[in-house]
């Protein structure tokens, strides 16, 4: 099967009925097509399609190709100052959009992001384009929080091994959240980062989880419901989150390109999938076999 979802491409052809992009244009590739006509499709939430074609999800191929065939309104034409490389990352900046959408980040709250991979880091960055007074990263590996820092994070944190209110306790206390985040996100998929993650929301908040781990874990439910706590599944991204992580990079409001290891050759993809599995750098790019394009590999 070939490899790849996070995509940027120029465009070579187009069919008769295309009219919002031509050849020439270098455009970002959302790698899911939805049905359009399922419940979850008319109501609004797409990325729930029941029979969704998601690039690299078994049984269809990935974008690690030459050539890539996309309907019209899921490539998202990039600005001339944008290059093709910030638009590979436009994907997972995409997920972290949704993600901070719901957790209903508002000016002036208080954010924290449970992990610093790409996607939390990338959350971090939304939440302070979101207009987030403080933003707490937290990670095992004080190397992501160094970057974290200097990314996008205002305040960092590093977990012990002891029970998850422990943490929690001294998490709130070290970053002056006594009375807990408005919201946090858990873009880790980690068990004690998930335990941890319900102490830390304040009594009314909002708690998203992003990251996937184990299908089954050991659940705070009594802090749950005594703090009335919201709780949200998130799933790739929907409607306007594309659109809006484009406008981000456009901007300046997210500067993605610092999540930029490197890019290979497409000859030398088996390399850059070995750096990646030793957790070398954050994002290494892929330039397609044509080397008008590139494909993007999540680092650590």
Not at 13 to 35: N, Q
Not at 157 to 186: H, Y
Request: proline share 6%; charged share 20%.
């Amino acid at each position: 099967m070939v490899l790849g979802h996070e995509s940027s491409g120029t465009i070579v052809s187009v069919g008769s009925a295309v009219t919002s992009v031509k050849p020439g244009d270098r455009v970002a590739l959302e790698p899911g097509t939805p049905c359009r006509r399922c419940t979850p499709c008319l109501s609004g939430h797409y990325n729930l399609c029941i029979d969704m074609r998601f690039a690299a999800t078994p049984p269809y191929d990935g974008t690690l190709t030459g050539f890539w065939i996309s309907p019209e309104d899921f490539c998202y034409k990039l600005p001339e100052h944008v290059t093709l490389q910030e638009g590979a990352l436009i994907e997972p900046l995409a997920v972290a959009v949704h993600i901070v959408k719901q957790a209903e980040v508002k000016p002036g709250q208080n954010v924290v992001v449970m992990g610093a991979g790409p996607v939390g880091l990338l959350c971090c960055a939304v939440a302070k384009a979101f207009g987030a007074s403080k933003v707490v990263a937290v990670d095992i590996q004080p190397a992501r929080l160094e970057f974290a820092a200097s990314f996008a994070a205002t305040h960092t944190f590093i977990p012990s091994r002891v029970p998850a209110e422990e943490n929690a306790a001294r998490l709130l206390k070290e970053t002056g959240l006594e009375g807990g985040a408005d919201a946090v996100i858990d873009a880790s998929g980690a068990e004690p980062s998930i335990q941890t993650s319900i102490h830390v929301v304040r009594r009314g908040g909002v708690y998203v989880q992003g990251g996937m781990g184990k299908p089954d874990i050991t659940f705070p439910i009594m802090a749950l419901c005594t703090k009335e706590i919201t709780v949200k599944g998130s799933f790739r991204y929907g409607s306007g989150d594309y659109k809006l992580a484009v406008e981000f990079v456009s901007e300046g409001k997210v500067d993605v390109k610092r999540l930029i290891t490197g890019t290979m050759k497409f000859e030398d993809a088996e390399e850059a999938f070995r750096d990646v599995k030793a957790g070398k750098g954050i994002k290494v790019l892929i330039a397609g076999p044509n080397e008008k394009s590139c494909r993007c590999l999540g680092g650590h």
